[in-house]
């Protein structure tokens, strides 16, 4: 099970940070979002040690993703928000390693949180 937090409304320009906690162990964590109208497309992965990431090339600069397993959770620290940031954020997570790019991999999915930016 995967719980995520921390969206909002900010302005453009601003910094979140989303969290997303699992209930247990997993492999690789990830987040996608989703914008009203599109479909669901990749944001970020950490594989399980924290030392392999990937990110979208839309967000490569002002996205960083983290992992801190003793606590099961995954963090988006978003700076530099543009509106074409806002989307439904969910976060996933795998059973294995790796840099997973597709939602394929994924075998759990939370909630989703929505993030606002305003121009």
């Known amino acids: 099970q995967l719980q995520a937090s921390g969206g909002g409304l900010v302005q453009a320009g601003g910094s979140l940070r989303l969290s997303c906690a699992a209930s247990g162990r997993t492999g690789s964590m990830g987040w996608f979002r989703q914008a009203p109208g599109k479909e669901r497309e990749f944001v970020a992965t950490?594989?399980?040690?924290?030392?392999?990431?990937l990110y979208a090339d839309s967000v490569k600069g002002r996205f960083t993703i983290s992992r801190d397993n003793a606590k099961n959770t995954v963090y988006l620290q978003m700076n530099s928000l543009k509106p074409e940031d806002t989307a439904v954020y969910y976060c996933a997570a795998a059973t294995y390693s790796g840099t997973f790019y597709y939602s394929v991999n994924y075998d759990y999915w939370g909630q989703g949180t929505l993030v606002t930016v305003s121009s």
């Open positions: 950490v594989s399980r040690s924290g030392g392999s990431t």
